[in-house]
């Protein structure tokens, strides 16, 4: 079980000082964002192989990706064919955004035909395409996940669960449940935690809440029992570490050391 560091905190920078940062931070391997204005943009996916080599000269590797793509293209072709050349073997896809002015169904079968086309990439390229957990999708929970991989060959078609996205911010599905229906395609996750606290009293009466991003140690998403769970059940895959702090970016990366050293601790613990 690797723990990668979410190359998104680090927007903006060449890929030579990401590579310095991300193996600085102690991190095992990166997943590489590739996204407009980031480390690596979708208009120069031949990017992908120079950051390949650049995070293995520190010692890196980056056995993950993160694209926006939802539509299995000819430009998403190019992009999934870098990630090949680059030892890439598995992309994490975008979002599948829910409309709540159309019907859910019509979505849902909309996004299983794209997810076909991408099963065929997916085996075309001989990688794995994965689905995060995410609020405001149509795989916001375990539940609605399976909508869209039921059926399919986890060889291909994995699943990315996000407990902080999933059982905090956008419902409170029990983690449990979420990695049981998952369990056949469950692939990587997500690791970061959050929290709520209450604002201030509308014209009507009803309080406000807001949710934000706290420490590992400090949100409301159970690390201390998801990571036994995970040791366990001899879960070998990607632990993605994301930084989503509101804070400048050097703040941040104080923030990922100590979530990073807080994340070791509880898989030592658990190991003994």
Request: glycine letters at 10%; hydrophobic letters at 40%; aromatic letters at 8%.
């Amino acid at each position: 079980m690797d723990i990668a560091y979410f190359t998104k905190t680090l927007e903006g920078l060449p890929l030579e000082k990401a590579a310095e940062i991300t193996a600085d931070l102690g991190f095992d391997c990166a997943d590489l964002l590739v996204r407009d204005g980031h480390t690596v943009s979708p208009d120069r996916p031949e990017e992908i192989i120079k950051a390949a080599k650049l995070f293995a000269a520190t010692g890196l590797r980056i056995p993950m990706a993160t694209i926006d793509s939802t539509r299995p293209d000819d430009a998403t072709s190019r992009l999934l064919g870098f990630c090949g050349e680059a030892g890439i073997g598995q992309v994490r896809l975008g979002f599948w955004r829910y409309d709540p002015l159309r019907r859910w169904k019509v979505q849902v079968d909309e996004a299983r035909r794209g997810l076909d086309g991408f099963e065929r990439l997916a085996e075309c390229f001989g990688m794995k395409l994965t689905i995060q957990l995410h609020g405001g999708t149509l795989h916001s929970s375990g539940a609605l996940a399976m909508q869209l991989l039921a059926g399919r060959d986890p060889v291909g078609i994995g699943a990315y669960p996000d407990p902080a996205n999933q059982i905090i911010r956008e419902g409170s599905e029990d983690w449990r449940l979420t990695l049981d229906l998952l369990d056949p395609w469950f692939c990587c996750m997500g690791v970061k935690n959050c929290g709520w606290f209450p604002g201030a009293y509308g014209a009507l009466g009803q309080r406000a809440w807001h949710s934000d991003w706290y420490g590992l140690d400090d949100g409301m998403v159970p690390w201390n029992d998801i990571i036994p769970h995970l040791i366990a059940t001899g879960f070998a895959g990607v632990l993605s570490m994301h930084s989503q702090y509101r804070v400048p970016r050097e703040q941040a990366l104080d923030k990922a050391r100590a979530d990073l050293a807080h994340l070791r601790r509880l898989v030592a613990a658990a190991k003994e």
